[in-house]
């Protein structure tokens, strides 16, 4: 019976679109590839109300002083793991904001531990190992919605209080949860039949890619479309931060550089120190005055 229901899921159907990919030359494969790819964007925007009400509740738990999970087995767990991972280079936020949590731990990261998935029990102890509290959110990602770990993941996180979101790549999941937002992105048949890393691991990348990025936005993370609160910690980053800090100042980049140096490398405290002729320590005096956004400086 089990089979017979996971043959229904969009993600494991046969599609019409690449049937004989094996017969074709290399030219072909790539095209198919890639009008499969151009459907994704698409669906993702179909769930934008639901991406709304997560960034909403992912922003106010932070602000509350809670966390953010991702949980999730095999390509969807990798997926969780490098979003949380870049959020505290890219926005100088904490690395305790967003959490990735993947079925196996560190070496299903290169490794895959396929049946890992199926041990709902492992979910429960991995979240205990973090200390998951009531409030903190978890965002369970399953693209099939088959992932045993990922529905023990929300199944505990609503038990203990947690707030919960449930992210598939099907019309509805195989396994059903009572998440308080379920994302749905119907992705539809893949061009190798159940190669969930393809147009679902896009799909995903994508809707965490949102997630994590509207909700920096929300705390102030980002002056226009500048990365104001980056992590100057190498040559390239310390350049990016030295020519924002002329964009939104008007001087010359040597200055620019040495306030961003005298700055500890902050680049939302050095344009405060420029644009107010004041110190280090009112310059933070003034972001902390006004919550981290700069807008209200400015």
């Known amino acids: 019976m089990e089979s017979i229901k996971r043959k229904n899921l969009s993600t494991e159907k046969q599609n019409i679109n690449s049937h004989a990919i094996d017969d074709k030359p290399i030219l072909e494969i790539l095209h198919i590839i890639n009008s499969e790819d151009k459907t994704v964007a698409d669906r993702v925007k179909e769930a934008i109300p639901e991406i709304e009400q997560t960034v909403l509740i992912a922003r106010d738990a932070i602000r509350k002083g809670h966390r953010i ?3 999730g087995a095999g390509t969807s767990g990798r997926l969780g793991v490098l979003d949380a991972s870049e959020i505290p280079p890219t926005f100088s936020a904490p690395s305790y904001f967003f959490n990735g949590i993947i079925a ?3 070496k299903a990261l290169r490794q895959s531990i396929e049946g890992i998935e199926d041990e709902p029990e492992t979910a429960i102890n991995d979240l205990k190992t973090v200390n998951l509290k009531a409030n903190d959110i978890i965002i369970g990602i399953s693209a099939s919605g088959a992932a045993k770990y990922v529905k023990s993941s929300l199944d505990y996180g609503k038990s203990i209080g947690a707030k919960t979101v449930y992210l598939i790549c099907n019309e509805e999941p195989f396994l059903s949860v009572n998440s308080d937002i379920i994302i749905k992105i119907n992705t539809g048949p893949e061009v190798i039949t159940g190669s969930t890393r393809m147009k679902a691991g896009t799909a995903t990348k994508m809707v965490l890619n949102m997630i994590s990025t509207a909700t920096m936005i929300q705390l102030g993370k980002v002056y226009d479309n500048l990365m104001i609160d980056l992590m100057a910690v190498n ?7 030295t020519r924002i800090i002329v964009q939104l100042t008007g001087v010359d980049y040597k200055l620019a550089n040495s306030k961003l140096l005298d700055a500890d490398k902050s680049v939302k405290t050095a344009i405060v120190m420029i644009r107010y002729s ?11 005055k006004s919550k981290g956004f700069l807008r209200k400086l400015l």
């Open 69 to 71: 999970y991702y949980v």
């Open 235 to 241: 040559d390239k980053l310390i350049d990016r931060g």
């Open 278 to 288: 004041c110190s280090k320590e009112e310059a933070i005096f003034k972001l902390n």
């Open 104 to 106: 196996g731990g560190n």
